[in-house]
């Protein structure tokens, strides 16, 4: 998993200010158009602490592909930052952390630390109604997860992935991030210049603040960190991505992402580049750029996606076994075809 970078806890008194972003991106005059209210957002992590205080009332049971617990206990406390990035509720005074999207509802899914499990993860929130899924993780390139990513985009889903924090210039970068059906995130520093620490790349779409970000931890009496990464940019794109689709859920997928890339404000060289893709967040600019826009097609119309079933290793057997039946009766039928015929000759 993509990594957080630089964490040191956070006093008590400066939570709400420390989150500088929520004045750069406008969030209030965003709120007053839309909180993220009845849209889903899954978070595919280390779980989420549905008893942190900012996330009263925000965490919907969710789903562990490993088969133990609803993925609302966070032992790590990244799936926890994340979720606060997204859709923090605060606390009455403007105590506590702000979300994107306070509105919106999180799906908790864990753990993320295979591509067989984040596989599982997606097919189970795409079928228990996630709009937004939100992948602030790294993990390798597999067939399956490809296929579970493609299948999510059919079902009208808006895939946002982190690109990683290795600084490096490359074309791929941290999957499910590099898949073209994924909107790429990498970050910036409070001048909105390209973090030391964000992947460039081919891959990358858009950037958003991804430092001194103040976060909700693990911890269920309510503690903080200050933590830098491409993996917090993803979660406030994420929370964006739920306004727009609150607000105008006629839209596609498709249309969300195009609102978000069209209006990023331009960074580095005119048109799309390797270190900010289309430019960084305009989360008001998004959401008028959304305003404008015909309805489109939901891409599930064309392509629907499978239902989703876990792959459990007491279900590997059964199968195998089915597929080993069915070549012997087939392989019988045309022993049994070609012994008439050789008969049928000889008489």
Known sequence: MTPLLGVSPARADQRRDSQWYLK?????????????????VAVVDTGVQADHPDLDGAVLSGFNALGSGDGRE?????????????AARGRSGDRGILGIAPAAKILPITPAASPLVVTDGIRWAVDHGAKVINLSIGVIDDEGLAAAIKEAAAADVVLVAATGNDGEQGIKGDYPAAYPEVLAVGATDRDGKSAAFSHRGSQLDLVAPGVDMTVANGAADGDYSVVNGTSTSTAIVSGAAALIRAKYPELSAAQVVKALESAAVDKGPAGRDDAYGYGELDLVAALDVAASMTPGPAASSAVPAPAFEPIREDSIMPQISAVVWGVLVIGGVILALVSRRRRSRSG
């Open 24 to 40: 750069s991106l406008h969030v209030a005059q965003a709120h007053r158009i839309t909180e993220g209210a009845g849209v889903t």
């Open 74 to 86: 966070d032992a790590q406390g990244h799936g926890t930052a994340m979720a606060g990035i997204i």
